[in-house]
């Protein structure tokens, strides 16, 4: 509600409290009734309360006079008592002269309204109104006379209470009110006088004698200013080199002698003071000090300047002085401390001075002067303003352009803006001209067209208002320049200049704080001093520069012989200062509202601004006094980081993009900006990109040419324009790093051969630039307008895929933080979305060097069996190994992830999120194709295996960590992650082959010392048999030799620990089967057998048994088959590129190139790695070799507990193959091997219950079709590699009678011991001792075997013939992977002919270009092995032959059928087949 509205609602409840809520409503407005807002209230609240006296304007509730006059007299009454009237307050008179103003307006209007009526009343006595108008007519102008006689009652009575002054009365209100009330005794005579008064004042001419003036007075005037100057300021201060009161006493003789001219020679004194203010202008550098004194003396000057000391005493500040306060109040306060009394100026005498310079300035704006406007005029006139000699108020009038303007300089620069922009969109070199040829016709003279004469264009006037903003802010007069720049803010922008003069002033008020913050320093010799030179004599002194007083601000720089010296050092007085933090929010901030993002033109300044933001967002960390580490996170509602917050919104990432290219200034500012959170950094980030570059013009225009030059770098940069290039990359990515970056993804996403190119052009960028980077990637990813998958669903698009290549090279060649990232990935897997999988495969694959899915030749997945560093040398040597290249390893790319993924604590959740996408991600495209989808699979499990191999590699994470740090507890995986058994296991295989590998090493030392103290013992007791008398002194075995009745000596017994070790020994050597401890199962894996039961799928726990699960989960190639051959090889050829690398080093260093004596460090960096690889990979061996031979030992313990639950041994090899074997062949080329011979490895243990039989049948059996359906590619391969390894043991049985025999049976103490393997009748319990009775013999064998290749022809061949594709794609797989053993003439004459008729029908109706491809290749290889599958010619007794060969086949099946029914325990179900075929 207004303040009018709330007055009326005061009258109409005036006598229920309206009066007390009236008096409410103007009691502050009291205190302050010189203040504009206060001013108007107090108006017009009087106003209505006068007015509801009057019967001229009704009112819905009237008040009488008395009530009015005792309103007016309580108000008073209740003001403080400095505010009484019978002081006469500075208030009270205030008042006065509002209510004079008031009773002026309403008896003005009255004054119109009688004379309205009368004109009324003259038209009514012609006949022309209504009698009903009359009468209305008549009505008002009583009531107006009513009116003027309550008007005149009420100014008598706050005569008579001491409101109203008689002698404003008589000055403001009408002479006709004036005489009614009594001020006036005579109202004619007062009349008559008032005229002659103005009559003098404005029409009569003062006259000076003109003649004596021009010819003596002024030069006597000028001789007179000019001989009492004194001596100038000191040149290199610019204070006056003689005391104040010096200057002051020579002063005021000179203003007295001037005064004495004016008088004798009757000079103007209008003029005189322009002849001083001339003189001023000319010395203004030099004796500015004198004529300010001057002037004080004069009828125009500042009374209270005088006596003002050079130097006053220093007091301290209180460090509250500025809290809180406006930034006028601010500036006041400023003035206050330097002595300066602005409010005291005198009106009357600063008008006249500023008519005078506004006479000058005038004449600087006509058209026809061609002058420009002196500096030292508008310096002049500056000083006067900031010494308080006149007013800015009263020189604005005077000085142009005006107001209206000035919106036309504005509107001036806003084009100006537009052009910039417009000619940075258009090419220069479209633009220009064609080229002229070089005919004949070029040569002649072309006619030259008649020029035209040039028009004069008129001359733009003079921007006065600039030229004096220049000069107040050079003065340090900043209140009248701050007055100025906010009616104005846009000249800033428009005239950089201003922004200088502003920084200079920030720069001086910031100076003590930083001082605080940086502490004391040692000033080193500064860059602009002149250094000692060298000559013919020694050395020779620098040339001392002389001072020169300068009226340029800032100063400009020095010269050889130069040094400029502001003439005024006096403008840092009233500067206000920030002394502490506070003081930034208070003083500082506010200033910088005017320079806005013009703080980019002093880099000196912004260095020291940041830097004391720097240790101010200090201020809100916790820092451990020990570790020197934030403790815990700041709070982000803290007032320190909000305000350093929108700092860098509002001034910092505006001023950065005007920098052109200063890494000091990136840097600075990534200081504060990193101790944000991702979330708000990245926050500014956006709004720096998408907004800020559309708040500023200066902005736009950068935007238009960083975009245009950008894209003009991008298109030149290759890899011979790098070096060329990078610096001016750099200075892009310092100052738009959100245009250019953008411009460079952008680039990336559409060209991915540009990738690493624009890394390697990345040396030079800073810290920020890579975050502001990463944000751009980010941003790039989760662009949702961009399609992340092609047509077929599930594959990647290429953009999706470059991207993500740049992003793990860019990561692994730079050190920064990519914690965000890893955030962003874990999110998006999260959320479902399965293709941002790749981002993660393309980190580690750059970054660590580790290949998602590689595919491996047989010997190297041989090396894959051994130890890490034996791994990594056989598959990514050049990218981790050995032959890393030096320069590479120093990025230490591997070892930064596994911190990140330690440090952000994304470990476990990245790995839990990998392994339920590889579950879920082929049931989240049920539309696609099968073929997609098997590739999606194959993805996804590739990045699974990837990052399982980064967190099991001890150079990048070590074992511990990844225990502790990484992998929960094993039945935490599955039930409340929800991953599979097998996944869950191959996750957890590391951890237990740690441990298991910890009690091999503590065994084999355990074993040595006991071995040692074994030949100690031994060596004792043949020293005391040789030396019976001496054995009590020499041996100090604690078992002392016991000799038997007959006098001989016998062997000390060994301890129950040796016993049982003893035992071990001789089982593992001679295969007798001791007697297992109470507790055979290992320490290190028994705890987990709960958490077996509790994963295990199905019926395994029951079925299997929790101790075989874990061991066969747990065990790979590593335990069973090191690989030595690949150690030495790998040895022998590291240590010959050692050597290399030696001679090398040696021919670098006798080089006489010093290119090449340069590269000797690098060889010899690279000979030490190689020979530190070199003794890893033999402690490795040796590592190995105890490993395998613990866990034979252990094998041999558990063997017999495995299946002591005597489970049926079809049922046994069923779970053992679908828990076991089946889901682990598939996982990778290693695994499968690891099943193939961890059948071998159980059957020659002679694992009682296991029917190696049984479980080669089912695993060849017709499930072999269905297996091939539902795997992937990679799968099918490495399900190949697994029937690869089963048939090639098989077959070198069925090749072998006498390794079948060896391999079937073992030697115990003398006698023959059969392995339980191949039984042929299983009884419920199995038998203590095998006979040879119960095994299959060589020859039955064989036939099984040739059914299991029948059986395995006849799938494959259905599967190649069934049409569908994955059958088809994966049979193929699966045959190339077994073509070595299948198919074999030997062991099946027509599976070959079969299969290749098989293929060649497939491939004459086959259209599936890529079946037909992969069809073509298998069949090129097959018809290769043709020898080996063909059945031979046959010989020319074909009769013979094939009744031979019937009977042979009728024979050999009677005997298969008989072998069947055994293996079957009765049931004829494999001799019906036999006999069917």
Known sequence: MDILDTTQACLLNWESGGDEECRKLVFGPHSNPRDADANAT??????????????????????????????????????????????????????GEILVDIIWAIDSELEEIVGDTKNAATTAEQGTVSPATVDQVVKVKGNAETDKLTIESAVRRLLSIGVLDPDMCRERLDLALVANIGLVADKLAFERKEIRTRTALFYKQNKFNLLREESEGYSKLTAELTSGLGPPHSASTGYPSESIETIEARARPTWERTLGLIGYFDLDPNRVLDIILDVFSVHLATH???????????????????????????????????????????????????????????????????????????????????????????????????????????????????????????????????????????????????????????????PVAASEPKKEEPREPPNQKLGLLHALLAVGALRPAIAVLSKFPWMVDAYPEIADLMLRILKHSVSPLYDIVAGPKDKAASFTKPRPRYGAAGVVPAPERRPYLTLWAPTPPCTSTLDFVFFFPDWVRRIPLCTSYDDLADVLEPLMRFVGLHISRDPAFLGKFLRIGRQHMLTTITIDPETKKPVGSPDPNSPVRLFWFKIIRLYLFPALPLIRGSAVCTAEVWNIVRQFETTLRWQLYGEWKSTTYKTHPELRVRQVQTDRESKGILRRLSHNTIDALSGTVAKLAHSNPCIFFTNAVNQIMAYDNLAGVVIQALNHSTIMGFDVLLYIILEAFANPNKDRVKDDGVNTTDWLQSLASFTGMLFRRYSTDFSPLLHYVVHQLHGGQSTDIVVFRELIWKMAGIQPLPSLSDSQVIAMAG?????????ASSARGARLDPGDAVHKGPQRLGKALLDSSLALPLLIQVAQQ???????????????????????????????????????????????????????????????????????????????????????????VASEEAEKRLKAALTAKREPNASASRVASPNPVETSANGEASEAKPSAAEAQQMDVSMELADGVLTSPPENPWLPELYPYFEEVKKIAPGNASEVIGPGFYLTFWQMSTYDLSPPTAKYDEECATLRTLSRTEDTLSLQADRSMDRAKRATAGTHREKRNRINAIVAMLGQELKEQAAARSFTIKRLAREKQHWFSHN????????????????????????????????????????????????????????????????????????YGRFLSGILTDISKWCQDEQLFLQENRTKSGGNTVFLPGLQLRWAPTPKPVISQEDLITWNDFKQVVRKWHRKLNKSLVECIESGEFMHIYNAIV?????????????????AGASLARSVERFLEKEERGDLKILGRAYYASLKKR?????????HPKVACVSFARGATFLNYSSHIASACVCFESGNALYAKREAAS
């Open 42 to 95: 107090l108006t017009t609240v009087y106003h209505a309360l006068l007015s509801s006296t009057l019967l001229s304007w009704p009112a819905k509730k009237s008040l009488s006079v008395d009530a009015v006059i005792a309103f007016v007299q309580s108000v008073l009454d209740h003001l403080p008592s400095s505010s009484a009237p019978s002081e006469k307050s500075p208030n009270v008179v205030a008042f």
């Open 288 to 446: 500015h000090s004198f004529f300010l004194s001057l002037l004080s003396f004069s009828p125009w000057g500042n009374q209270t300047r005088r006596g003002v000391k050079q130097e006053e005493m220093n007091v301290e500040p209180s460090p509250e002085q500025y809290r809180g306060k406006s930034l006028t109040e601010v500036l006041k306060i400023a003035e206050a401390q330097s002595g300066a009394h602005l409010n005291d100026v005198d009106s009357s005498n600063a008008r006249v001075l500023a008519q005078v310079l506004g006479f000058k300035f005038t004449y600087y704006l006509s058209p026809d002067v061609a002058e420009t406007v002196p500096r030292n005029l508008y310096l002049m006139t500056a000083i006067l303003i900031r010494e308080g000699f006149l007013r800015l108020e009263d020189l604005y009038c005077h000085i142009g352009p005006t107001d209206e303007q000035m919106a036309a300089h504005h509107k001036a620069y806003l084009d100006n803006v537009e052009a910039r922009i417009a000619g940075a969109k258009v090419s220069q070199l479209a633009m220009a001209a064609p080229l002229e040829s070089g005919g004949p016709s070029a040569s002649k003279a072309r």
């Open 867 to 875: 130890g890490p560093t034996l791994r990594i040398e056989a598959v």
């Open 918 to 1008: 590889r579950q879920a991600c082929v049931f989240r495209a049920p539309d696609a194709h099968l073929k997609s989808l098997a590739s999606l699979f194959d993805t996804t499990h590739g990045v699974l295996l990837q990052y399982l191999e980064l967190l099991t590699t001890p150079s990048i994470i070590t074992p511990e960590d990844y225990a502790n740090k990484v992998v929960p507890p094993l039945s935490e995986l599955n039930e409340k992650y929800g991953i599979c058994a097998p996944v869950c296991m191959q996750i957890y295989r590391p951890i237990l082959n740690k441990a298991l590998l910890a009690a091999a090493l503590a065994l084999q030392e355990k074993e040595r």
């Open 1207 to 1278: 489970p049926k041994a079809a049922t046994l090899a069923q779970c053992i193959i679908e828990y076991c074997l089946q889901p682990r062949c598939l996982i990778s080329p290693m695994d499968a091997d690891f099943c193939a011979q961890f059948i071998k490895v159980i059957h020659m243990q002679g694992t009682p219950g296991f029917s190696t039989l049984m479980c080669y049948d089912k695993l060849l059996g017709d499930h072999v079709k269905v297996v091939v359906f539902s795997c992937s590619e990679y799968e099918a391969r490495n």
């Open 1374 to 1390: 699966v045959l190339k992977e077994i073509l070595p053993v299948f198919p074999v003439a030997s062991v099946s004459e027509f």
């Open 1426 to 1434: 043709e020898p080996v599958w063909a059945v031979p010619h046959p």
